[in-house]
Nanobody
Framework: QVQLVESGGGLVQAGGSLRLSCATS????????MGWYRQAPGKQRELVAHITSGGYTNYADSVKGRFTISRDNAKNTVALQMNSLKPEDTAVYYC????????WGQGTQVTVSS
């Protein structure tokens, strides 16, 4: 059973930065497209960014130019660098494959104050 463990969230002021990290236990990590998702209170979970095994990236319009997704296949980790954070970025952030395949982890809370 693959486990996904997210970390790096916290409370930050608008305009600040955070770096999220996701550790996985899967042996097939390097061939999977990985994504970062978020779920704000009262809203559906949405895809924020994804990265293919070869490093191709794609972002939701709402975060384009502010967030950067990266991966380290040797360490089975995927990261999300978030800059110029806005209050509307407040959510619980999760990683998973894209499309979703594994059971969701606990996520990491990101709170951006105005």
């Amino acid at each position: 059973q693959v486990q996904l463990v997210e970390s790096g969230g916290g409370l930050v002021q608008a305009g600040g930065s955070l770096r999220l990290s996701c550790a996985t236990s899967g042996s097939t990590f390097s061939i999977n497209t990985m994504g970062w998702y978020r779920q704000a209170p009262g809203k559906q979970r949405e895809l924020v960014a994804h990265i293919t095994s070869g490093g191709y990236t794609n972002y939701a319009d709402s975060v384009k130019g502010r967030f950067t997704i990266s991966r380290d296949n040797a360490k089975n980790t995927v990261a999300l660098q978030m800059n110029s954070l806005k209050p509307e970025d407040t959510a619980v952030y999760y990683c998973n494959t894209f499309p979703v395949w594994y059971q969701w982890g606990q996520g990491t809370q990101v709170t951006v104050s105005s």
